[in-house]
């Protein structure tokens, strides 16, 4: 006889706006045999509706408030999606009342709130504690990273990324969200959206040692800078330039692909959310190009690591201690930013360079997920 069923973990939600909708609801619905949503809150009237019209979750479902939703005994872990100014203490609420937590990110709305955080964390040793960041877990992302760790593009020396889009109201999408316009969260949409581009960074380049920031305002529709150009100097020894605008004005269209060049190669990241690519470059001018179709940018995945931490005590990957870390980055820039000066990055305790994630019990990168994965071979003039 194999080994009994472990019955699917229930789950609260707590907000049920755009995060959840857009991102981890499209995920749930895929892992019923890991997850049931047991309950669910919302300030909003209409976002109750609409959750329940779009899911199917019974509306009986409801909890009038969090305390009403932390006090029901057929809720396990609680995912918590609520503004940022939130985020603390609600996971704060949730684990004193014993739930396991996976919280939106990021870890805190400024440096003192973030190592709030980790305490936090540490106080509830015994609870599965998250802060999402899909970056972690997306399947472009990861396999970039075996790559890297197999010494595809031998020893990376230079990192280079320039993203920049129009980001102004738009009525459905994450922009038009009030609280966003006039963020109560040092780094405004650096800390929100830009966050995970320093996961990618950290994941693909390792920690970083001391870095150099400069910030420009040119956005009116948000009461925070737009633009942020960072150098950064790794541990590891290679150097680097982020650079990420927001813009108010249409731009032309952007590349924004991010390369690692490399002493035998160099790593190429391009493509949106229909379809992603990396290619790597070789020494003797091929190219190997693995196109990613179908991919969901990490939510399930991430879902199914904080699912092994509570059902077989894994450690995950998307630790409250590497969140923290990726806010850090963003913090300490601003500091660099409004001092002039090249700043020192402290560890965060528990973090170090993150994990590469793999399925439970699965040597492959993508057993068990969604999504097509095509590769090819070309050349190019040396």
């Not at 790794?234 to 991010?258: D, L």
Request: charged share 20%; hydrophobic share 40%; aromatic share 8%.
């Amino acid at each position: 006889m194999g080994a009994p069923a472990i019955p699917p973990i229930r789950l609260g939600l707590i907000g049920t706006g755009l995060a959840v909708e857009k991102l981890h609801w499209p995920a749930l619905r895929g892992l019923t045999d890991r997850y049931v949503v047991t309950a669910f809150t919302d300030p909003s009237d209409e976002q109750r509706r609409r959750f329940t019209g779009y899911s199917g979750t019974d509306p009986a479902r409801v909890t009038a408030d969090r305390a009403a939703l932390l006090a029901r005994d057929d809720v396990d872990a609680v995912l918590v999606s609520v503004p940022i100014p939130h985020l603390y203490e609600v996971a704060r609420d949730a684990l004193t009342a014993g739930k396991d937590v996976l919280c939106e990110k990021p870890a805190g709305v400024d440096a003192e709130q973030a190592t709030a955080f980790l305490a936090l964390a540490a106080g509830h040793p015994d609870r599965t504690f998250m802060v999402g960041e899909n970056h972690f877990y997306r399947d472009d992302l990861r396999y970039a990273r075996a790559l890297l760790d197999d010494g595809a593009i031998g020893r990376p020396h230079l990192v280079a990324w320039r993203h920049a889009v129009r980001s102004v109201p738009r009525p459905g999408g994450f922009t038009s969200t009030p609280w966003r316009h006039r963020p109560q969260y040092r780094g405004g949409v650096h800390l929100d959206a830009g966050v995970h581009h320093i996961a990618q960074i950290r994941l693909l380049c390792g920690e970083i040692a001391r870095m150099h920031a400069a910030v420009q305002t040119a956005n009116s529709t948000f009461d925070a800078p737009s633009d942020l150009t960072l150098n950064l100097v790794f541990t590891g020894g290679a150097i680097g330039n982020y650079t990420a605008s927001y813009t108010e004005i249409p731009v032309p269209p952007e590349p924004n692909e991010m390369r690692l060049y490399g002493t035998e190669g160099v790593l190429v990241l391009a493509g949106s959310d229909a379809e992603r690519r990396v290619t790597r470059s070789s020494s003797d001018a091929t190219t190997h190009t693995t196109v990613f179709r179908g991919i969901d940018n990490g939510y399930r995945a991430e879902l199914v690591d904080f699912a092994d931490a509570v059902q077989f005590g894994l450690r995950p990957v998307g630790s409250v201690a590497q969140s923290v870390a990726n806010a850090m980055v963003v913090q300490r820039a601003f500091d660099s930013a409004e001092r002039a000066a090249v700043l020192a990055l402290d560890p965060v305790p528990g973090a170090g360079p993150v994990p590469l994630w793999r399925p439970r019990g699965s040597a492959g990168l993508f057993d068990g997920l969604p999504g097509q994965r095509i590769s090819s071979t070309a050349s190019f003039a040396a």
